[in-house]
């Protein structure tokens, strides 16, 4: 009796074994074609230290096979359901022996008894790694309620994913407007509104809340981005409203009535500006300042009446010297992109920490590029001025709000490429002299995630390492009254 | 517990399978909570503690802000209390007890600190001398667990870590009703031990008595039980929305009649069914309206409406506004997710001619076991221009459009409804809540100078309606050359005449309202006259 238990036991294992197994196939058909994956990982640019590109074929058959064969390695990996999962352990060790190479994958597919095969194609692996850790907000691509939402952080070398803030914490309000200082995970804020609203400010270990409205600006504080120094911030404060169309293909304009640009101050908590970047003729948003610190970033628009005209609503990226030490800006501002020109408007200008490129969001009009299906990322070559070709990464859907790895080598940028509605983040690779990679989407463990996952990846941040604050002390401090920043 | 809530609560649509569920798990609350407290002979005969938590537990089910895993969690908390509470005292059975504090917190959140105090209270009154205050440590390790779950953000609050708050409606506050179980159940569990010496069994007239009272007190705490939370009010919502959701405009129109409504929500029903059934402006006037608002309540950022409003819209032919409801009502909804809206979002989605994102949501509504069908059924249309519009419903929505990547916005209220019968003067559905909308507003310079306009354009029905008919007297009263011009009836003129001559007779009569309403309640003046409007 016992005997026949072990026998049974051991038939067991053998046929779990054979069946999954991958099969050896010997004999095969040509289909002539590229295999239809999801995500589209063909002949991608991808970091050395980078989770498995797992992926799904479109139009699986009963049984599938994909090979992967790179510089003294190989693999084979077996699929019922059409999803390939590579094992960790085993893309890290290819990855490893292939960096600077590239890896040929093949797909096989089996229709009855019969294998066919697809066109091999390459993944190319990149010697220059990508800050390990990706910051996000996920959010519906909502009008204006919402429930659950919160900043959360993807170990990019794995599939682990943890809340920095969870609104939850706080009465189920809105936070949004993460960033970081020169992809530092300690220097970090984001804004939270509604009844505990302020700018939560997380620096040496401290995190301070800030009540940012004053009587001399129009609005708290709103869109951000670091001075290299981690001393100053500086912000958009704007008047924003937002109309329905009732059919466009952009569902909603969002545009900003009233803009100006400041910056703040870390250490006073003083907000100040200049006449440049706050005149009452112009909207002034979007700041963004240089690796060095020495020259603020920003775009600027003609104002007309909204919404009726806000097609006519364009903004040139313009520059102004900044000068840290007296807290002063230039007298003359520089047009880096002419909305008048090019009949187009900018946005979200970010240079590569190296200070050699600058990448910005354009699109038709207004400031509100993630509801223009039209809008590209352009990328102008500060040393060559001269744009560089991004076609590569760019998409016929919304290729919008973007940043960079602290190398200057990898862009991450949201768009709806996918299904025109949810923002997923995409990776592109950014070569010395600025060649770019084609973009490939955020792998996750199960290639169908995306299918029924319905938030969407907002203000995609790369940051250079774990981002490790504590929620519950933010929610804490979050409580209190916090500082009142003051205009000078 | 959270996702078999949400497993189950899928077959709510089903007629009276929703209450049968509740109905099964209110039961086994019942069964489970009377071998809980009346564990001995003697003191099987107090009912009353089972039966007021199964009132209790019945009357949560009434709020529909309550989540149904609450009820689960609460089941699941006696069901634990119970199995342990029975068992023989050994080491196994106390390992256990702790193992089950957290994994019951997993499992179904803050029920994991009653099952600890419950248990805690049982041994405190039944336990050996020398253990029961050692049970102390019970409810100080359940305290820890919840605690610790707040402290590392799994939890949002420690009302949520520590009482039944985590199953109410994520940003309301929740009523004292949702205490009442817990509290029952903290109550009965301690006097449990002592109800046998109550013992009233002995004597049938005691017995008799002992039974009595009881039932007299179920009976009060029932009573008083539906008179607090049995949500009368929105039962009547509840059905016209089963209703709307179901396509059935008669029976909202029957469940209507006759009725003195000053439910918004209920008029707004009622008129979207009228105008479904394309009689908006001839019948409205026969049932009490009340300002614009009798059309669609404000525009509330509130999910609770989102179903009725994007309804509202789909029918106008207001696409863009359905959809957005339907979105805010989607991602809002408890559970994050309603199969009745995700079917609205495939279909704002197909007339758009969105087929990716329709796509989408039709993959995930054929995972669910109710929508599958329908969803499957939908796959045709994706990337089919042609045959999206010549379908009954989606081709009649795509007429309602403007121009693909136009600049017209949607505002709600009257001036997106214009919008929408100039782009489609066939859209019979926007033109009718367009007059209605001015007959509702009282603002009879707004509705001559839309009237000539439409008239100019050759927009009006050959028939008027009685109600445009009797606003349009009123409008051209001095010019009663033209009323025949205008469109209005021989029958209407002589009401009108009827109208007057009544109103002139009674116009010094404190009661001249009710006199009018018992021969002229249907009409627009009697509306125009005597009801008062929030403007």
Redesign the interface.
């Known amino acids: 009796m016992k005997q026949s238990k072990y026998a049974v036991g051991l038939l067991l294992c053998l046929l779990s074994f054979f069946s999954c197994s991958v099969p050896d196939i010997r004999e095969y058909k040509d289909t002539g074609v590229s295999p239809d994956l999801f995500p589209d990982y063909i002949d991608v640019t991808v970091p050395c230290n980078i989770a498995p590109l797992n992926f799904r074929l479109q139009q699986p058959g009963t049984r599938e096979v994909l090979w992967l064969e790179g510089k003294g390695r190989a693999l084979k990996i077996s699929s019922s359901d059409g999803k390939f999962s590579i094992p960790p352990h085993q893309w890290k060790n290819l990855l490893e022996a292939n960096k600077g190479g590239t890896i040929k994958l093949t797909v096989f597919s089996k229709e009855g008894e019969s294998w066919k095969r697809y066109n091999p194609f390459s993944i190319h692996i990149s010697a220059d790694p990508v800050d390990p850790y990706l910051v996000y907000r996920l959010i519906?691509p909502?009008?204006?309620?919402?429930?659950?939402m919160g900043i959360y952080q993807r170990d990019l070398e794995n599939y682990d994913e943890s809340?920095v803030y969870?609104n939850?914490?706080t009465?189920?309000n809105c936070v949004n407007c993460h960033s970081f200082c020169m992809q530092n995970p300690g220097e970090m804020m984001f804004h939270m509104r509604g009844q505990d609203g302020g700018t939560m400010l997380v620096k040496n270990g401290e995190t301070e809340k800030l009540n940012t409205k004053t009587d001399s600006t129009i609005s708290a504080l709103v869109y951000p981005c670091w001075h290299p120094s981690g001393r100053f911030i500086a912000f958009s404060v704007n008047k924003i409203e937002q109309?329905?169309?009732?059919?466009?293909?952009?569902?909603i304009?969002v545009f900003d009535s009233e803009s100006d640009v400041v910056v703040y101050d870390t250490d006073e908590h003083e907000i100040f500006t200049s006449p440049l970047l706050s005149d009452k003729k112009m909207l002034e948003t979007f700041p963004g300042f240089s690796p060095d610190g020495k020259t603020l970033y920003f775009c600027s628009a003609k104002t007309f009446p909204v919404?009726v005209k806000s097609?006519s609503v364009k903004y040139s990226l313009c520059s102004v010297p900044f000068f840290p030490g007296t807290r002063t800006f230039g007298e003359k501002v520089d047009t880096v992109f002419n909305a008048e020109v090019t009949g187009k408007s900018a946005s979200f200008p970010r240079i590569s920490p190296d200070g050699r490129f600058l990448l910005f969001t354009v699109c038709g009009y207004g400031s509100f590029p993630i509801w223009h299906k039209e809008a590209d990322l352009y990328m102008l070559d500060l040393k060559t001025k001269k744009y560089i070709d991004m076609s590569k990464v760019n998409s016929p859907d919304v290729d919008s709000y973007h940043s960079w790895s602290s190398n200057s080598r990898w862009i991450v940028f949201s768009s709806r490429r996918?299904?025109?509605?949810?923002t997923r983040p995409y990776i592109a690779h950014i070569g010395e002299n600025g060649e770019a990679g084609k973009a490939f989407m955020l792998p996750q463990k199960d290639p169908s995630f995306y299918?029924?996952f319905?938030k969407s990846y907002n203000i995609p941040e790369l940051v250079k390492g774990e981002v490790k604050t504590d929620?519950?002390c933010i929610?804490g401090r979050a409580k209190s009254p916090g500082v009142s920043v003051k205009f000078r | 517990m959270e996702y078999l809530s949400h497993f189950l609560v899928q077959f709510f649509i089903v007629p009276y399978l929703g209450a049968a569920i509740e109905t099964i798990a209110l039961l086994f609350i019942f069964i489970i909570s009377s071998k809980l407290f009346l564990r001995q002979e003697k003191s099987k005969l107090f009912f009353i503690a089972p039966a007021t938590v199964f009132l209790s537990c019945l009357f949560t089910c009434f709020n529909f802000n309550i989540f149904f895993q609450g009820l689960l969690s609460f089941l699941l908390c006696i069901y634990c209390l119970h199995i342990f509470i029975s068992a023989k005292d050994s080491l196994l059975r106390n390992i256990f007890v702790f193992v089950t504090v957290p994994l019951l917190y997993w499992l179904a959140g803050p029920v994991s600190v009653l099952f600890a105090v419950c248990f805690f209270l049982n041994e405190l009154f039944t336990g050996e001398n020398k253990k029961r205050i050692g049970w102390l440590f019970l409810p100080v390790f359940a305290c820890l667990v919840s605690w610790l779950a707040?402290?590392?953000?799994f939890?949002?609050?420690f009302r949520?870590g520590f009482l039944p708050d985590m199953y109410y409606q994520?940003?309301l506050s929740p009523p004292f009703l949702i205490y009442i179980p817990w509290l029952l159940l903290l109550i009965w569990i301690s006097v449990a031990t002592f109800l046998p010496k109550f013992n009233f069994s002995g004597k049938k007239s005691y017995r008799a008595i002992g039974i009595g009272i009881q039932f007299l007190l179920l009976i009060l705490f029932f009573w008083q039980g539906i008179v607090n939370f049995g949500d009368r009010a929105s039962y009547e919502v509840k059905k016209l929305d089963y209703y709307a959701r179901n396509c059935q405009w008669d029976r909202i129109i029957t469940a209507s009649e006759g009725k003195n409504m000053h439910n918004y929500l209920h008029i707004n029903y009622l008129n979207l069914a009228l105008a479904e059934k394309g009689c908006l402006l001839e019948k409205m006037f026969r049932f009490n309206q009340k300002g614009t608002s009798s059309l669609e309540v404000s525009r509330q950022?509130n999910?609770i409406l989102s179903a009725l409003m994007s309804d509202i819209n789909f029918s106008i032919g207001?696409?863009?506004?359905s959809q957005?409801y339907a979105?805010?009502g989607?991602?809002?909804s408890s559970g994050?997710?309603s199969g009745r809206l995700l079917k609205r979002l495939v279909q704002t989605n197909l007339i758009?001619g969105?087929y990716?994102?329709a796509?989408?949501y039709i993959?995930?509504l054929e995972?669910t076991l109710l929508y599958r069908k329908w969803a499957t059924s939908q796959r045709q249309f994706l990337y089919n221009d042609s045959l999206c519009r010549k379908d009954p419903l989606l081709g009649e929505k795509i007429k309602c459009?403007?121009?693909?990547?136009?600049?017209?916005?949607?505002?709600g209220g009257p001036e997106?409804l214009k919008?929408l019968t100039d782009i489609n003067p066939a859209n019979k559905t926007a033109q009718d809540y367009f007059f209605a909308y001015l007959l509702l507003s009282k603002d009879m310079k707004f509705f001559s100078d839309f009237f000539s306009q439409y008239e100019q354009k050759g927009m009006l029905p050959s028939q008027l309606s009685e109600p445009v008919q009797q606003a349009l007297l009123m409008c051209y009263e001095s010019q009663s050359g033209i009323w025949k011009e205008k469109g209005i009836s021989e029958k209407t003129i002589g009401q009108y005449k009827a109208y007057k001559f009544l109103f002139m007779k009674c116009r010094n009569n404190p009661d001249k309202k009710e006199i009018m309403q018992k021969e002229f309640a249907s009409t627009y003046w009697f509306y125009f006259q005597f009801i008062n409007i929030e403007k």
């Open positions: 519906e909502g009008y204006e309620l919402w429930d659950k809340a969870e939850k914490m009465g189920y109309v329905f169309y009732l059919n466009n293909r952009n569902r304009e919404p097609d996918t299904d025109g509605l949810y299918d029924a319905m929620p519950y929610a | 707040v402290r590392l953000s939890t949002g609050s949520a994520t940003k950022r999910n207001d696409i863009a506004s957005r979105f805010e989607y991602e809002t994050g997710g758009y969105e990716a994102i796509e989408k993959r995930i995972r459009l403007p121009p693909r990547d136009g600049r017209e916005f949607t505002t997106t919008v």
